[in-house]
Structures are given as structure tokens and as C-alpha cells.
């Protein structure tokens, strides 16, 4: 580690698929930074995913886990950090529904642990800041029209939203309680390069490539507002530095689609791809059971980060689904190694745990 660096921020979760962009991003857009991350390598965690940028002298990884409250106050006892950037979570929606207790413990508990330890660095240390990287789930579902803005209520419908629900509250209630400063992004979809092949894009490309079923919940008729990862985490670095304490800011893609179209405009990119007849793809698709409580439609109003902080998204869906698509075919050993039946039956283990 550098010593004549000025700052130290701590990014939690950096070894999953948004967190390892922010880590990139911060390590080399920020010379000026030493980069910890802090993560417990989970089956969706990797440190493959910051392969490239492993040896950089301002960069730190510390496996640990955020849930294990001695761990963590003892971590922050022996660190100075101007600010922690929380991405750490269990982030998906079908797995909250059959295990809800592990999303209780990673995302509230993990969340309590990590802001009690933040309070002494905020003592030490006026200028912390403690940012939360949260979703637009907490909103709730919207109809066919509409928006979700900052002020939109907090209508929650799936485990996975509630915990991220209530960790976004405990956030707040340091701020008004302990004067600890934050600031909470909530954002739309993600999609991009390190994606673990569970949420539909991975999960429909790994399929198709296997020529395995497309399981499309429902009729299809579901709205997801799809934003690409890199443009996320340009947008939470410009946060960490510009954003208002105390604000929270949507992000989103300006990007609808519903489930059934995008699985029609995946299968058509992949055709082209793999060299295989238009429509061959198009026959793996597969309609199955609901996901209970299934959201009907997310959308963003990000006006605000545009108007305030100068964001909007920089990737085009055509430009970020055909990059996408090649890292997952560049990168056929990542995606072999984690749908492996060795690596999901240990993860399987300590998930039941
Ligand atoms: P991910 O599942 O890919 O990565 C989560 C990371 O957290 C993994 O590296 C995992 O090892 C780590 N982790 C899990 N439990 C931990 C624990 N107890 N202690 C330490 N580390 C732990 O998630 P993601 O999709 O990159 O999401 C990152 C954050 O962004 C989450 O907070 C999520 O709620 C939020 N978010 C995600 C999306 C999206 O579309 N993926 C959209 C909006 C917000
Ligand atoms: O909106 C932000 C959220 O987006 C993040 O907070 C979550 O961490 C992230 O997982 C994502 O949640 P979704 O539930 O929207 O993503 P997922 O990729 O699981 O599903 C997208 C849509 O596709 C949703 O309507 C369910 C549907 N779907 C999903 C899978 C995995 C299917 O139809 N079939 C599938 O096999």
C-alpha cells in the first residue's frame, strides 16, 4: 500500500458483479485513494472479476464477512476510512423467496453492523461518508404508467426489497439520530460483463449457448429498466464526491423492456452470434410458473442526478447487450467455472448452512 495516499475508502461486496466495476473505477480513475475491499466471497463473489487489476499498489482485498459484528468492529478499529461505500448484499429476488433469513442477516444485519462501526470513523473523521448502494425494488411495483421518483413511498413486496427496504431506513436513522453523513443511490437493473448467471440476462445467454430452456416467469409481460454496469458505477463514483449528504438519488436507464421482448431481442442477438439460423433460439423459450409477488413494472425518473450531478446513462442497450454478450463468450472459463456442479454444490452447502 501507498502511504503518501491521501484517502481511504472501503467498498464492500467489490468482488460481485457491480461492486468489481466500482472497484475498478475507483482504483484507476483515483490514484489518490487507497481502494480496501472488504467481501466474504459468497457463491456470487469472485475475485477472478478483479483479476486485472489485483496488483495495483492502492488496492486491498480482505475477505470477511460483513454479518460477524466482533469481525467487523475490530476491522474498523485498526482502519481509518474517509468513507465506505456499501454494496455488499444478497442480491437475488427468487433466492430471498425460498431463504429469506440470509437476506435479513446480509443486508440488515450486515448493514447495522457496518454503520455502528461507521460512527467511530465519524468521530474521528468529520468528513466520512457512508454511502448506500440500494435498488429501486424498495418502491414497490408500478403500473403501465408512471415513474419512480426519490419521493416515491417505500411499498416493498419481495424479501429481497423488504431487507434492502429496511437497510435503506437504518441508513437514514443514523443520519437523523447520530448526525452520521450518507448518501443512498437506488437503482434499476443492472447488466454488464461478471453478471452471475442467475438473473435473466447471464441466465438466458449461458442457456442459449447450452441450448437449454429460456424459463420466462408468467406471460412475459413483466417491466424491467435495464441500465448498463459501467454506467452505474460512473454514476456512484460521481455521487461518493458531488452527491448531497443526506439525499438520495435514482439511477436508471431511461431503458424499458418487458421480459418477453427482451428474451426475442436476446435470442436474435445469440443466433447471430453463434452463427445458428434465425428462430433457432427463439424455440428454447419456455413459459413457467410466476415468481410469487412478481413486481409488474419498474421504471426510473433519474432527472434528478441528471439535473444536479450532470448523469445520464452513456451506453446504448444495442452497444451494452452485444458487450455483454461478447465478455460472456470471451470469458467461457469464468462462466464454465461458476455453473460447475462442484462450485454450486459448495456454495449450495454453506448457503443452507
Ligand atoms: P452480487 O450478488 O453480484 O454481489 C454481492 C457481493 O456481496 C458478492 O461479492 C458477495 O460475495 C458479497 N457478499 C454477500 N454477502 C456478504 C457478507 N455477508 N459479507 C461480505 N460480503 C458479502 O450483487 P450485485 O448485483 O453486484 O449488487 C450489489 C449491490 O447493488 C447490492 O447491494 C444490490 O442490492 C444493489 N443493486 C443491484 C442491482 C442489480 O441489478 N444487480 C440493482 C440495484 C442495486
Ligand atoms: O431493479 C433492481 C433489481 O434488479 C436489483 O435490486 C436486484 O438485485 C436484481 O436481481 C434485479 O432484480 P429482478 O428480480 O428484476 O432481476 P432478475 O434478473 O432476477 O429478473 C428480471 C425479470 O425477469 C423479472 O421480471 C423476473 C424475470 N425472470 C427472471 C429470471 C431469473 C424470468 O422471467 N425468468 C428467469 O429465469
Not at 458483479?17 to 475498478?24: D, K, L, P, T
Request: aromatic fraction near 14%.
Amino acid at each position: 500500500m501507498d502511504k503518501n495516499i491521501q484517502k481511504n475508502i472501503l467498498i464492500t461486496g467489490g468482488a460481485g458483479f457491480i461492486g468489481s466495476h466500482v472497484v475498478r473505477r475507483f482504483i484507476t480513475l483515483n490514484s489518490n485513494y487507497n481502494v480496501f475491499n472488504l467481501d466474504a466471497l459468497t457463491y456470487a463473489g469472485n475475485l477472478e472479476n478483479l483479476k486485472d487489476v489485483e496488483r495495483a499498489p492502492n488496492y486491498e482485498f480482505i475477505k470477511g464477512d460483513i454479518t460477524k459484528t466482533d469481525f467487523i468492529n475490530e476491522f474498523f478499529s485498526k482502519h481509518s476510512f474517509d468513507g465506505v461505500i456499501h454494496l455488499a448484499a444478497e442480491s437475488h429476488v427468487d433466492r430471498s423467496i425460498t431463504d429469506p433469513l440470509s437476506f435479513v442477516r446480509t443486508n440488515i444485519l450486515g448493514t447495522v453492523n457496518l454503520l455502528n462501526a461507521s460512527l467511530q470513523q465519524f468521530e474521528n473523521n468529520p468528513n466520512f461518508l457512508f454511502y448506500h448502494i440500494s435498488t429501486d425494488e424498495v418502491y414497490g411495483s408500478l403500473g403501465e404508467k408512471g415513474l419512480f421518483k426519490e419521493t416515491t413511498s417505500y411499498d416493498p413486496n419481495s424479501p429481497y426489497s423488504a431487507s434492502k427496504a429496511s437497510s435503506d431506513h437504518f441508513v437514514r436513522a443514523y443520519g437523523e439520530t447520530y448526525k452520521l453523513p450518507f448518501v443512498i443511490s437506488n437503482c434499476s437493473n443492472n447488466y454488464g460483463p461478471n453478471q452471475f448467471p442467475e438473473k435473466l440476462i447471464p441466465l438466458f445467454i449461458n442457456n442459449i449457448i447450452q441450448n437449454k430452456p429460456l424459463p420466462v416467469y408468467g406471460d412475459g409481460n413483466y417491466t424491467r429498466d435495464w441500465l448498463y454496469v459501467k454506467d452505474h458505477a460512473k454514476a456512484i463514483e460521481l455521487i461518493f464526491h458531488k452527491g448531497k449528504k443526506g439525499e438520495t438519488y435514482n439511477i436508471g436507464g431511461l431503458n424499458e423492456w418487458k421480459n418477453i421482448d427482451l428474451t426475442h431481442l436476446l435470442c436474435r442477438l445469440m443466433d447471430k452470434k453463434l452463427k445458428r439460423t434465425l428462430g433457432t433460439s427463439e424455440k428454447l423459450i419456455s413459459f413457467v410458473k410466476d415468481r410469487p409477488g412478481h413486481d409488474l413494472r419498474y421504471a426510473i425518473d433519474a432527472s434528478k442526478i441528471k439535473k444536479e450531478l450532470g448523469w445520464k446513462p452513456s451506453v446504448t442497450f444495442e452497444e451494452g447487450l452485444e458487450q455483454t454478450i461478447d465478455w460472456y463468450f470471451d470469458n467461457k472459463e469464468w462462466l464454465d467455472n461458476v455453473t460447475s456442479k462442484d462450485y454450486l454444490e459448495y456454495y449450495k452447502n454453506q448457503y443452507q448452512e
